[in-house]
């Protein structure tokens, strides 16, 4: 029994060596795996599933790639793998059609879920980031069910120009903001693990890999921190029948 846990690809057309890494790792690594989850950020943007529609018409090559990473999935589920997919502050506009076409089961953030015969709990990370209250305020809007049917209904191109100037605005602002504010919070990481009753979480978005110990009730606990993808590496967390989650890096060899 193994299960297989990564985030943070960012997939998207002028990263083709990401591209070709995780399809190798899809055929060379996750197949035969009984599980796989991606917990979030997965591409870089997502602008809806209508975005399907333009493949071979699409000059950005975003509606290409989404359909060529949708039958790569399809194709491990398909060999009995089961899939797993959580929205990211990128991605948060992916919806049951891509889900249903990649043969993959949509997960709320957080999710508790039973690996390796203990709960954990799993997440894509930003919410945790609860210093970065200007984000904050953005992250509650953006996944407001009437914002993003807004959204939604707007012409596609124009849903593409808004993506831009989402990632520019985000880029600018968070050049001016100091590292730590953009880093979980530590209370707010003891209070939802305490909140669903684990000793274990695993996320991503902060692209800080690393396996953090601590306390939460007065018992030892764990927060795991998946790193994100980049040419010629990647990172992923292994959990088999020993139970014990193992973060590792591995490369992305062509």
């Not at 018409?57 to 793998?81: E, F, Q, S």
């Amino acid at each position: 029994m193994t299960t297989l846990l990564i985030s943070d690809l960012h997939l998207h057309p002028g990263a083709p060596e990401i591209t070709e890494g995780f399809l190798r790792w899809l055929e060379e690594r996750a197949c035969g795996s009984d599980a796989l989850y991606i917990l979030g950020d997965f591409f870089e943007a997502w602008i809806g599933d209508d975005l399907l529609d333009l493949a071979g018409h699409d000059p950005t090559g975003n509606a290409d790639l989404a359909v060529r990473i949708a039958r790569a999935l399809k194709r491990l589920a398909d060999d009995g793998t089961a899939l797993y997919l959580m929205h990211g502050n990128r991605d948060f506009l992916l919806g049951e059609r891509f889900a249903e076409q990649a043969g993959a089961t949509l997960l709320p953030d957080p999710s508790l879920v039973e690996l390796g015969g203990r709960p954990v709990l799993l997440m894509h990370g930003d919410s945790l980031c609860t210093r970065d209250e200007a984000y904050q305020a953005f992250r509650a809007q953006a996944r407001h069910p009437l914002w993003q049917e807004q959204v939604l209904s707007m012409p596609i191109d124009q849903r593409i120009a808004l993506a831009r100037q989402l990632r520019e605005q985000s880029g600018e602002a968070n050049s001016n903001k100091a590292e730590d504010i953009m880093d979980v919070t530590p209370d707010e990481v003891v209070k939802v693990m305490a909140k669903h009753g684990v000793t274990t979480l695993i996320h991503g978005h902060t692209h800080r890999p690393a396996v953090h110990e601590l306390t939460v009730g007065d018992v030892p606990a764990r927060r795991y921190v998946l790193g994100d993808w980049q040419p010629g590496r990647g990172w992923e967390i292994v959990i088999d029948d020993h139970g014990e989650p193992r973060l590792q890096e591995f490369p992305l060899g062509g």
